[in-house]
Every structure is written in C-alpha cells, then in structure tokens.
C-alpha cells in the first residue's frame, strides 16, 4: 500500500489527512495518509527510511523552511518562495531522492484572485514565516505590492503598532498568516485598527477553524469583504496530489 503523509508539529489541526483518506476510500486508491508529528526535523530521515512505501509528503508548520536542506531537487518557485510544502518521494534503486515544491502559492492565487477589483493594489500580509512567503509570492504574481506586519519589526517588516488607520487604506488587502485566532483559541485576533475598514477592505484568513475567526467578523462589522482559508487548502491539496504523480 502506497503512504502518503503530513510532516509538522502539532499535528491536532489537520486538514490533509481526513481529505486525502476519503480520497482514497472514495476513488479505491490503495493507499493511506498518515500525519507523522515529529518534534524536530531531525526526525525526517528516520520517518524515510522507516516507510519504504512512502511516495509523498506535505510540510507544515515549522518545516517549510526547516525541509529544504534535506532535499535533492526544489522546483525554481519554491526556490524563489524559500518553502515548501510538498515533497515527492522517488525511489531509484537503493537511492530515495526528495523534490520540493510549493502548492501553497497555487491555492492561494486562485482562491483570492476573484475576489480581487482595481482598488486592491497593495497589501499587508501579518506574519513572517513560512506560508506568508508563498502568500508574498503570489500576491506579487497578482500584480499587488506587499508589506509584511511582525510582532517584531525589522527590515521590510513593520510592527503591529504600526498599522495606522492611513495604512489600512493605504494597503486594503490583509493576509493573515498568523495562527492567531486559530481553535481553540478563536477569541483573539491580530491587533488592527479595524474601524478604518469599509468596502474597499479585503481580508483573507489562512486559517479555516473556525469558519469564521474573529479577524474576518471584525472587518465584515466595518464592511469588509472576506475570506477563510478552506478553499485555498483544498486547491493546494489537488495541486500535492498532481506534483506526487508527475512523470
């Protein structure tokens, strides 16, 4: 039987593996889905060598950085992202080699390009880890200009602080790439000046339970249009699923 599964850490949250079990029970796929929560990524090649039926692998949080160096080949946009989230597993004789890709950046341009009108030409993406580089890289592939918001500003960075009601104008997209938010702790949210948003606001949740968080009902209060995060991970999952099986 074939193996696919989930590298990150915790694991409680999951997606991927309720989807793709009923991918296979429903299609009659020989193959299962199996989250492999490990503490370090030093873990990784144990988790390889001890699954010998291993044909592929998600990344989650905090190994889509972290998996990279353990890769033979990363396609050139994962590359330019800096993560990855998806790992094919080949085996060549006695040789495993691992490609890396991005789905991330596929799910997430198709899921907010329609959602997308004139007045959305710059936006603020809340986080600096992992996903957010793939959400930097598909919104610049949208055309939109980017500004990261960190608890901790640095270069290219701004603090929380210093989101002003003039940059929520100014930048009337909003990603969160945060898990602020996230069950069970839905009764938080990113610190915003949510009262200068109106219409013209586009939020964008990456987070999906709950259906909707705290950031997304605050700005529909003000008019907000938004968004979570379920059909970005669906669209990343059918991209996972093509990159495993691609010749």
């Given at each position: 039987?074939?193996?696919?599964?989930?590298?990150?850490?915790?694991?409680?949250?999951?997606?991927?593996?309720?989807?793709?079990?009923?991918k296979f029970?429903?299609?009659?796929?020989?193959?299962?889905?199996?989250?492999?929560?490990?503490?370090?990524?030093?873990?990784?090649?144990?988790?390889?060598?001890?699954?010998?039926?291993?044909?592929?692998?998600?990344?989650?949080?905090?190994?889509?950085?972290?998996?990279i160096s353990y890769?033979?080949?990363?396609?050139?946009?994962?590359?330019?992202?800096?993560?990855?989230?998806?790992?094919?597993?080949?085996?060549?004789?006695?040789?495993?080699?691992?490609?890396?890709?991005?789905?991330?950046?596929?799910?997430?341009?198709?899921?907010?390009?329609?959602?997308?009108?004139?007045?959305?030409?710059?936006?603020?993406?809340?986080?600096?880890?992992?996903?957010?580089?793939?959400?930097?890289?598909?919104?610049?592939?949208?055309?939109?200009?980017?500004?990261?918001?960190?608890?901790?500003?640095?270069?290219?960075?701004?603090?929380?602080?210093?989101?002003?009601?003039?940059?929520?104008?100014?930048?009337?997209?909003?990603?969160?790439?945060?898990?602020?938010?996230?069950?069970?702790?839905?009764?938080?949210?990113?610190?915003?000046?949510?009262?200068?948003?109106?219409?013209?606001?586009?939020?964008?949740?990456?987070?999906?339970?709950?259906?909707?968080?705290?950031?997304?009902?605050?700005?529909?209060?003000?008019?907000?249009?938004?968004?979570?995060?379920?059909?970005?991970?669906?669209?990343?999952?059918?991209?996972?699923?093509?990159?495993?099986?691609?010749?």
């Amino acid at each position: 039987m074939d193996k696919y599964g989930l590298i990150g850490y915790p694991l409680g949250h999951s997606f991927s593996k309720n989807y793709f079990n009923e991918k296979f029970a429903n299609e009659h796929i020989d193959a299962e889905y199996i989250n492999f929560e490990i503490p370090t990524i030093e873990d990784l090649p144990e988790i390889i060598d001890s699954n010998p039926t291993l044909k592929g692998f998600n990344c989650t949080i905090p190994y889509k950085e972290k998996v990279i160096s353990y890769l033979d080949d990363i396609t050139p946009e994962a590359r330019a992202i800096g993560a990855v989230n998806v790992v094919k597993v080949t085996h060549k004789g006695r040789k495993i080699f691992l490609k890396g890709y991005n789905s991330d950046v596929i799910g997430f341009t198709r899921s907010i390009e329609p959602l997308l009108e004139k007045c959305h030409r710059k936006a603020l993406i809340l986080g600096t880890g992992g996903a957010s580089k793939a959400i930097n890289f598909g919104l610049k592939s949208l055309g939109l200009q980017t500004l990261f918001v960190s608890r901790h500003p640095h270069d290219g960075a701004i603090s929380y602080d210093d989101v002003t009601p003039e940059i929520i104008k100014e930048y009337p997209v909003i990603v969160n790439c945060t898990p602020v938010g996230m069950y069970p702790h839905a009764d938080a949210c990113p610190k915003l000046p949510y009262e200068a948003m109106d219409i013209h606001t586009l939020l964008y949740d990456l987070i999906y339970n709950p259906d909707e968080t705290l950031f997304m009902k605050k700005g529909r209060e003000h008019g907000a249009t938004v968004k979570n995060g379920l059909e970005m991970l669906l669209l990343q999952a059918f991209a996972s699923w093509e990159f495993w099986h691609e010749k």
